[in-house]
């Protein structure tokens, strides 16, 4: 009687499990044949851990499977346990904020699994360890860590090293075949160029398609052709060519040129912007330019076709590298927002930054200067008085206030406006009435005059960051500046935009 209790007690899959094991745990033929029938799932994963004991071929691989389907951590853990590194990578991907989830990561990363290696680095923070697990996912063929890797390298700009990656990665991503389109352009391989970008607009891929509707619409010339800029604007006191120094350079150069086309603020003033032009050879250039820690190009082999333009300013769009303006010339980043475009025309207008300027050079501009929106207390302080009696009869003239430009050294400077303009922060946006007639201001007095003209005659050679009130020639083979009080001569200017 107390026997037959007992038997009814007992699970009748404990008694199946008890049966099997007994029957067939020293027999590999059984367990598959077993495996093979018709099992519940607890069962079945008892008979799992049975193959894996004695080694079955894909034992451990069903298990997980099974483990998976069946919600049943508990065997991948026993599994865990053995060094089983695709079941730490299987804990992790069910449940990443686990308390241990890093450890099994860690594990699986370093079991040359690469999907956890390219997981594992994407949680690095380190710059080194995470592009050589990048780089391990990558060299063991996982897809999307070879489009990461790439994209990494072009962030360090190590655009030699990202190459190779990019190549793997064009051969099935769009967006890798329009960012190597542009480099092997750069490069002077136009056709590869086209095909990849054809082959990226084949998957719909947005961006090849608008590059290549560019290219149609806007031919690239040869560097010998003669350059004639195109205004649409009837008076141009400023007409300002633009150049793109390859293909992206020209998708930001044409959406930059519209933009300040329909910009309200600039509809009276007289500064018009030509259509882009681009070459088919790109143009030296160099994020530290002469070594000034600055975007720069070398225009010298269009210097007699722009002699000849009608442009009296240039601006360059290249691919990377710190914004300025110098004496007629702006260099412009393909990456940089509208505003740092607004901010820098101010350059070609004499206006000078309202941020802090580094010691050296607020020590060397700061009171040796005239500026169109600022004045200063130092040595020409008898022309910032004149320039002040000037402001105070502009109708919108407030007051003087405080500018930073010059912390960093013992003179101060002041501008006729209070708050922060584009001048500090070009991100504000906000021009000033102010400032807005005091530009319209200058652009009439010089109209005509070509600061372009003087660039290329200095060979492309310049002074460090200025303001209005510089020049700059060349004497003995060195730069020479002159201080100049002339009102309608537009001076070297060159921003020191960060």
Same mark, same amino acid.
């Given at each position: 009687? %107390?026997?037959?209790?007992?038997?009814?007690?007992?699970?009748?899959?404990?008694?199946?499990?008890?049966?099997?094991?007994?029957?067939?745990?020293?027999?590999?033929?059984?367990? %598959?044949?077993?495996?093979?029938?018709?099992?519940?799932?607890?069962?079945?994963?008892? $008979?799992?851990?049975?193959?894996?004991?004695?080694?079955?071929?894909?034992?451990?691989?069903?298990?997980?499977?099974?483990?998976?389907?069946?919600?049943?951590?508990?065997?991948?853990?026993?599994?865990?346990?053995?060094?089983?590194?695709?079941?730490?990578?299987?804990?992790?991907?069910?449940?990443?904020?686990?308390?241990?989830?890093?450890?099994?990561?860690?594990?699986?990363?370093?079991?040359?699994?690469?999907?956890?290696?390219?997981?594992?680095?994407?949680?690095?923070?380190?710059?080194?360890?995470?592009?050589?697990? $990048?780089?391990?996912?990558?060299?063991?063929?996982?897809?999307?860590?070879?489009?990461?890797?790439?994209?990494?390298?072009?962030?360090?700009? /190590?655009?030699?090293?990202?190459?190779?990656?990019?190549?793997?990665?064009? +051969?099935?991503?769009?967006? *890798?075949?329009?960012?190597?389109?542009?480099?092997?352009?750069?490069?002077?391989?136009?056709?590869?160029?086209?095909?990849?970008?054809?082959?990226?607009?084949?998957?719909?891929?947005?961006?090849?398609?608008?590059?290549?509707?560019?290219?149609?619409? *806007?031919?690239?010339?040869?560097?010998?052709?003669?350059?004639?800029?195109?205004?649409?604007?009837?008076?141009?006191?400023?007409?300002?060519?633009?150049?793109?120094?390859?293909?992206?350079?020209?998708?930001?150069?044409?959406?930059?040129?519209?933009?300040?086309?329909?910009?309200?603020?600039?509809?009276?003033?007289?500064?018009?912007? *030509?259509?882009?032009?681009?070459?088919?050879?790109?143009?030296?250039?160099?994020?530290?330019?002469?070594?000034?820690?600055?975007?720069?190009?070398?225009?010298?082999?269009?210097?007699?076709?722009?002699?000849?333009?009608?442009?009296?300013?240039?601006?360059?769009?290249?691919?990377?590298?710190?914004?300025?303006?110098?004496?007629?010339?702006?260099?412009?980043?393909?990456?940089?927002?509208?505003?740092? $475009?607004?901010?820098?025309?101010?350059?070609?207008?004499?206006?000078?930054?309202?941020?802090?300027?580094?010691?050296?050079?607020?020590?060397?501009?700061?009171?040796?200067?005239?500026?169109?929106?600022?004045?200063?207390?130092?040595?020409?302080?008898?022309?910032?008085?004149?320039?002040?009696?000037?402001?105070?009869?502009?109708?919108?003239?407030?007051?003087?206030?405080? *500018?930073? &430009?010059?912390?960093?050294?013992?003179?101060?400077?002041? %501008?006729?406006?209070?708050?922060?303009?584009?001048? +500090?922060?070009?991100?504000?946006?906000?021009?000033?009435?102010?400032?807005?007639?005091?530009?319209?201001?200058?652009?009439?007095? &010089?109209?005509?005059?070509?600061?372009?003209?003087?660039?290329?005659?200095?060979?492309?050679?310049?002074?460090?960051? &200025?303001?209005?009130?510089?020049?700059?020639?060349?004497?003995?083979?060195?730069?020479? /500046?002159?201080?100049?009080?002339?009102?309608?001569? &537009?001076?070297?200017?060159?921003?020191?935009?960060?």
């Amino acid at each position: 009687m %107390k026997l037959s209790f007992a038997i009814k007690a007992v699970p009748l899959c404990v008694v199946v499990l008890i049966a099997l094991y007994s029957s067939v745990s020293h027999s590999p033929d059984s367990i %598959k044949f077993n495996l093979n029938g018709e099992l519940a799932p607890s069962a079945r994963l008892q $008979l799992n851990w049975l193959a894996v004991e004695l080694a079955l071929d894909g034992a451990r691989t069903q298990l997980r499977q099974n483990a998976l389907e069946a919600n049943a951590n508990y065997w991948l853990d026993r599994l865990l346990a053995t060094g089983d590194a695709e079941s730490a990578w299987q804990r992790y991907q069910a449940n990443p904020d686990a308390p241990q989830s890093l450890q099994w990561l860690s594990m699986a990363a370093n079991s040359n699994i690469a999907a956890a290696q390219y997981a594992f680095a994407l949680l690095q923070t380190h710059p080194q360890t995470k592009q050589l697990w $990048l780089e391990k996912a990558a060299e063991a063929g996982l897809p999307e860590a070879q489009v990461a890797l790439a994209d990494w390298h072009l962030i360090q700009q /190590q655009n030699e090293q990202a190459f190779p990656w990019l190549v793997r990665a064009a +051969e099935f991503d769009p967006r *890798s075949q329009t960012t190597l389109a542009r480099i092997v352009w750069d490069r002077g391989e136009q056709k590869r160029s086209i095909e990849l970008l054809s082959k990226a607009a084949s998957l719909q891929h947005e961006p090849a398609i608008a590059r290549l509707n560019m290219i149609n619409t *806007s031919p690239p010339r040869a560097i010998k052709d003669t350059i004639n800029f195109t205004f649409d604007e009837q008076v141009c006191h400023q007409r300002v060519g633009v150049i793109a120094n390859g293909i992206e350079s020209m998708m930001t150069a044409i959406k930059q040129v519209h933009k300040f086309r329909q910009d309200e603020r600039f509809s009276d003033l007289g500064i018009c912007l *030509s259509d882009p032009i681009w070459f088919s050879k790109p143009l030296e250039c160099d994020v530290n330019w002469n070594d000034e820690r600055r975007l720069g190009c070398d225009i010298n082999p269009l210097s007699e076709s722009l002699i000849n333009s009608s442009a009296t300013h240039l601006i360059v769009v290249a691919q990377l590298g710190k914004a300025n303006a110098q004496t007629g010339v702006m260099f412009l980043d393909a990456a940089d927002e509208y505003s740092v $475009l607004v901010h820098e025309l101010a350059h070609f207008a004499g206006f000078v930054d309202e941020y802090a300027l580094n010691k050296r050079n607020a020590d060397a501009y700061c009171g040796n200067i005239k500026a169109t929106n600022l004045v200063f207390d130092g040595v020409i302080a008898y022309s910032s008085m004149e320039q002040v009696s000037m402001w105070q009869r502009n109708p919108f003239y407030t007051g003087i206030y405080k *500018s930073n &430009t010059c912390k960093q050294s013992d003179v101060s400077a002041y %501008k006729p406006v209070g708050g922060m303009t584009f001048m +500090e922060h070009h991100d504000t946006n906000n021009i000033p009435a102010m400032y807005q007639s005091l530009w319209r201001g200058v652009l009439i007095a &010089t109209s005509g005059d070509r600061p372009l003209v003087r660039y290329l005659s200095t060979n492309n050679a310049v002074a460090p960051q &200025t303001a209005t009130g510089i020049t700059t020639r060349l004497s003995s083979g060195m730069n020479e /500046q002159i201080l100049t009080a002339i009102p309608n001569e &537009t001076f070297l200017i060159r921003s020191d935009f960060n």
